[in-house]
């Protein structure tokens, strides 16, 4: 309880009215397909427990999750009239779970049908359209489709497959998948077709099938680079600062002292580092906002504590306890993701447990 009373090393700020605007977003864009949640990983980071709840009372009716543990953990959040699916399949002995809480395995091989089918309860099945990961192949769906019993015994609620370009829209990739996705579907006639997540519902309508999986878009962030999609930023981050110094030119900052202050340079310390999920790949690169300046990150992130130089800043601007922007209107994550050499996807997963989390 103190602990949570205690002013925190950073505040990660989560709008879940935003959230909620994005799912109705795509939920029009893709109708009549519907519109599923992927909400894996705790829900990119942001909260499995708040966003899935905050979802279901918006209307969705379709979650996923990448594996049974997931699935369990969420449950009680499902309405009792939606799927919880289970992207990555079951591992052996996961089956009795999942049909005792009503979940559906997404079936990715012939094994895991066969798993399945003596419980007799709904699933999902993927084909692999050009991925090289989960699903079955062409000649495998198709003897699986004539299986008589597995047909009677199973019901199928959607076949799915994954994009692999859904980001890169000028990727040929991207026709090629869909043209194998449409003959696996003729397989199958009458079961739903899920296809597309956050890439491939800015596709186009060919690529939504009956049933579309958004992730990413959902939590603010761009699937594709430069396309200006119109989704509400969901995460803001801030960081507090620890405290503020000015040191003489030359003087060494940080592990390795891998930068030298090229003159007289006020500095900020950040109660942030690479165990909160800033990565380690921003020492030295890329920039937080505080009143209306950006200040570069200088020498190397380290656990708890990145350094920045304030110099644009006026003497005492910053104080100790102020929060600096480290993603938000300024910071945006795909910019601070490009300048870590990684993707929106793992800066959101890897947001840390040590900040303070605001539920908007
Ligand atoms: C993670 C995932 C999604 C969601 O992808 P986004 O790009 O975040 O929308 C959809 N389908 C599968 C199979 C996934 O693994």
Redesign the pocket.
């Known amino acids: 309880m103190l602990a949570q009373m205690a002013p925190a090393p950073g505040v990660l700020t989560i709008d879940l009215d935003a959230l909620v605007d994005n799912w109705r977003r795509v939920a029009r864009d893709v109708a009549p397909a519907q519109a599923a949640a ?1 909400v ?1 990983a705790d829900a ?1 980071g942001l909260g499995a427990g708040r966003v899935v709840p905050a979802l279901a009372a918006a209307g969705c009716r379709a979650f ?1 999750v ?1 594996n049974l543990v997931e699935a369990l953990a969420i449950r009680p959040l499902v309405p009792d009239d939606a799927v919880l699916a289970v ?1 990555n399949g079951l591992h052996p002995g996961g089956e009795p779970f999942a049909a005792e809480a009503g979940i559906t395995p997404v079936l990715n091989s012939v094994a895991q049908a066969r798993r399945w089918q003596p419980f007799a309860r709904p699933a999902m099945l993927q084909v692999d359209t050009g991925m090289a990961r ?1 699903g079955l192949d062409m000649a495998e769906a198709a003897a699986l489709a004539g299986d008589a019993d597995f047909r009677a015994g199973v019901p199928l609620l959607a076949l ?1 497959s ?1 994009l692999a370009c ?2 890169e829209p000028d990727r040929a990739e991207n026709a090629d998948q869909l043209a194998r996705f449409a003959a696996a579907s003729a397989l199958f006639p009458g079961v739903a077709r899920c296809f597309a ?3 491939g ?1 800015q596709l186009g309508a060919a690529y939504h099938g009956d049933m579309v ?5 959902l939590y603010g962030a761009e ?1 594709a680079d430069g396309r200006g999609v119109p989704f509400r930023p969901v995460v803001g981050l801030a960081a507090r600062v620890l405290q503020t110094r000015t040191v003489a030119a030359g003087t060494g900052v940080g592990y390795g002292q891998t930068w030298q202050a090229p003159g007289e340079t006020r500095l900020a310390l950040l109660s942030i580092g690479y165990a909160d999920g800033f990565p380690r790949s921003l020492s030295g690169r890329g920039a937080v906002w505080a009143q209306g300046a950006l200040l570069p990150i200088v020498g190397r992130v380290s656990m708890d504590v990145t350094v920045v130089d304030a110099s644009a800043l006026s003497e005492g601007a910053l104080t100790e306890g102020d929060l600096v922007e480290i993603i938000g209107p300024h910071c945006q994550i795909e910019d601070v993701a490009q300048e870590a050499g990684t993707i929106a ?1 793992e800066i959101l997963t890897q947001l840390g447990h040590r900040y303070e989390r605001r539920y908007l």
């Open positions: 992927v894996k990119y996923f990448a992207l989960h799915i994954h859904a980001d997540n956050s890439g519902v999986r958004a992730g990413l878009c699937p996807y």
